[in-house]
C-alpha cells in the first residue's frame, strides 16, 4: 500500500494543547466497524457500550521524565536526549540532538554534573547507546533533573506532569503516554467495573519509535521499533475466560492491541509471557484476540492511524476522521476519543 493513502488534511487548530480537567468529558465518537454508522457522545457514556463479561485491557506503563536538557562536557555545547530503551546497568538506548554532537567516547553533564553520559556506540535508528554515571538512585536522580517527553506537536509546557499519565498507571518505563487511557478517571473505571466488565492490565513500555514517521512510499517495508512488553498468567487468564465464553475484548489504545496481537494465537487465546515486540499492524492484518477498540485520533501517515484502519476498514476510518474535523473534534495526545466496536 502507498503511504499517501493515509494522508489526511487536519486545520492545526484542532490539535489539543492540555487535556480537559475531566478526562472523561472528552468527545467520543462510536463507529460501528460493520456498517459504518457514527454516533457522536460523551467519553464517560462509553459505559453504555460495553456488556456484562466483557473485558477491558488497559495499559498500566507509566512514562518517565525521559527528557533530558545538559552539555557536552568539553565544549559546553547543549544536548538534548530522550531516553528509549534500557539494554544493560546504566546502559541506554537514546536519541539525540544535536546528533553531531555526540560522537563515540563524547561525554556529557546534565543537572551541573549530578548526571554524566558517555557515548558508546549508535543504534540502528540512528540514536546513540550511552551510559550514564551518577551517585544515589537513577530513578530518583531522573525524577529531578529529566522533563516529561510530550510530542513536539504540543507547544504547552505542562503544568503537571500527572495530566500526561494514566490514573492507573504504575509500571515506569516509558517514552511516550498509552494516550486512549488518558480519557479514564478512576470514578469512571468503578462505574465499568460495576457493570460486570471485567479490567485487566498489559505492560507495554511504549517508545518513540511507535511515533516514528514511515518514510518509505510502500509502507509494507517500514520496520516497527521494539517495545518491551508483559502479560501475567492472571490477565491471560482472564482474557481466554472471556473469550471461552463468547465475549469481547476492548484493547484501550493501540499499545494494548499490539501486544495482544503479539502475545495472541490462532484461536484468539492469549500466553502469558514478556519481550520484545516490534509488530506493524496495517489494513490486510486478521486479527486474532480483539474485538473492540478505544482509540485517539492519530497523525496523517503514522503507524497508529494504519492500525485503526486495519481494525474498522481504512474507507470508514478516513470517513469517520472527516466527520470529527467537521465537528471540531480535539486531536491527538490530549484530544477527544474514537470507540470502534
Known amino acids: ?31 460501528d466497524r460493520e ?7 460523551i ?26 536538557i545538559g552539555s557536552r562536557q568539553d565544549t559546553g555545547g547543549k544536548i538534548e536526549f530522550v ?20 560522537k563515540i567516547g563524547s561525554e556529557f553533564v546534565f543537572g ?28 530518583q536522580v531522573l525524577d529531578e533533573l529529566g522533563q516529561m517527553p510530550v510530542p513536539p506537536y504540543i507547544k504547552k509546557k505542562l503544568k503537571d506532569r500527572e495530566c500526561y499519565q494514566t490514573v492507573y498507571a504504575r509500571e ?16 469512571l473505571l468503578e462505574k465499568i467495573r460495576q457493570k460486570r466488565v471485567r479490567i485487566v492490565f498489559i505492560t507495554l513500555h511504549v517508545g518513540l519509535g511507535t511515533f516514528r514517521p514511515v518514510k518509505v512510499q510502500k509502507i509494507e517495508e517500514h520496520r516497527m521499533h521494539e517495545e518491551y512488553y508483559e ?11 472471556t473469550k471461552e465464553n463468547g465475549h469481547r475484548i476492548i484493547a484501550v489504545g493501540t499499545t494494548s492491541t499490539r501486544t495482544l496481537e503479539t502475545v495472541g494465537s490462532g484461536d484468539g487465546r492469549v500466553k502469558p509471557q514478556s519481550g520484545w515486540s516490534g509488530i506493524f499492524i496495517y489494513p490486510g492484518y486478521k486479527f486474532k484476540v480483539i474485538d473492540g477498540l478505544i482509540t485517539n485520533f492519530h497523525l496523517p501517515e503514522s503507524t497508529l492511524i494504519m492500525l485503526v484502519s486495519a481494525f474498522a476498514g481504512k474507507d470508514k476510518v478516513f470517513k469517520a476522521y472527516e466527520e470529527a474535523i467537521k465537528k471540531r473534534y480535539r486531536f491527538y495526545s490530549f484530544g477527544d476519543a474514537m470507540f470502534i466496536k
Open 1 to 31: 500500500m502507498d503511504l499517501k493513502e493515509f494522508y489526511y488534511y487536519l486545520p492545526q487548530e484542532l490539535i489539543a494543547q492540555e487535556p480537559l480537567k475531566d478526562r472523561a468529558k472528552s468527545r467520543l465518537l462510536v463507529l
Open 35 to 41: 456498517t459504518g454508522h457514527i454516533e457522536h457522545r
Open 43 to 68: 467519553f464517560e457514556d462509553i459505559v453504555d457500550y460495553l456488556n456484562p463479561g466483557d473485558c477491558l485491557v488497559l495499559n498500566d506503563t507509566r512514562v518517565i521524565p525521559a527528557r533530558l
Open 83 to 102: 531516553l528509549l530503551k534500557k539494554t544493560g546497568i546504566n546502559i541506554w538506548e537514546v536519541l539525540v540532538k544535536p546528533g553531531k554532537r555526540a
Open 112 to 139: 551541573d554534573g549530578r548526571l554524566k553520559a558517555k557515548v558508546l556506540g549508535y543504534t540502528d535508528a540512528g540514536g546513540r547507546v550511552v551510559e550514564f554515571f551518577y551517585e544515589g538512585i537513577f530513578e
Open 172 to 187: 515506569p518505563g516509558s517514552a511516550a503516554a498509552p494516550t486512549a487511557g488518558l480519557h479514564f478517571t478512576k470514578e
Open 231 to 241: 502479560v501475567s498468567p492472571e490477565t491471560a487468564e482472564i482474557i481466554n475466560n
